[in-house]
């Protein structure tokens, strides 16, 4: 966020849904779908259109986020499993201590004193973050993960908005294009998968004894 523009982070972030995917199908032995397989290739093309490996070089902002788009996947699978046998808020509580913890070192070799304005936006920011991951926490509790993945297309609208009128950023064209790629590959999952699920659904109930 700090090294590229809010809407390319955003981007590059909708490959989360994928590595979830991929993480569904190699940790958890999910079974393997055509739909599942075209859509990771398709929403790997659009990673690679926003990031234009060779023609453009990638930077440190662009890698970093890259980076975490796996990263988050991985929690997601965890939050999912956890919501299994855990409470929503004991989620919460335990990633802001372990998230706590994990940064101190980083946050002690780069200290600086924060001024009062910065400690009353930081002071913000933790409320909406803490919120924000509340009510995550709670959606992958009670929804299955296809269903709540389609929501966080709408973070790119957002980020559009947010980035031009706090930070003048016009993303390139090239975003938009592998942006919609991917949205567009994760859209087509997400409605095979609910198909999918409706019809095992209606398959198991059918084959149910009177």
């Known amino acids: 966020m700090a090294r590229i523009p809010i809407a390319e982070v955003t981007a590059i972030g909708y490959t989360t849904p994928i590595f979830t995917t991929l993480g569904a199908i190699l940790i958890f032995r999910e079974r393997v779908r055509f739909r599942r397989v075209v859509a990771i290739i398709i929403g790997f093309v659009g990673m690679l259109i926003i990031l234009r490996p060779g023609l453009i070089t990638i930077d440190n902002g662009s890698m970093a986020q890259l980076i975490a788009a796996p990263c988050f996947a991985i929690s997601f699978l965890l939050t999912k499993r956890l919501t299994q046998t855990e409470y929503s808020g004991d989620i919460l509580v335990m990633l802001s201590i372990f998230c706590t913890l994990t940064l101190l070192p980083g946050a002690l070799l780069m200290w ?99």
Do not use: C, N
């Open 112 to 210: 600086r004193t924060p001024t009062l304005i910065e400690l009353f936006w930081l002071l913000i920011v933790a409320v909406v973050a803490t919120f924000g991951h509340y009510a995550l926490t709670r959606s992958i509790a009670v929804a299955p993960l296809t269903v709540t993945q389609p929501f966080s297309f709408l973070q790119l609208v957002w980020a559009i908005i947010f980035g031009y009128l706090l930070f003048g950023e016009i993303p390139d064209l090239w975003v938009f294009i592998g942006g919609a790629i991917i949205v567009g590959a994760i859209s087509y999952m997400t409605h095979r998968e609910a198909v999918a699920a409706r019809q095992e659904k209606l398959l198991s109930g059918s084959s149910m004894p009177e």
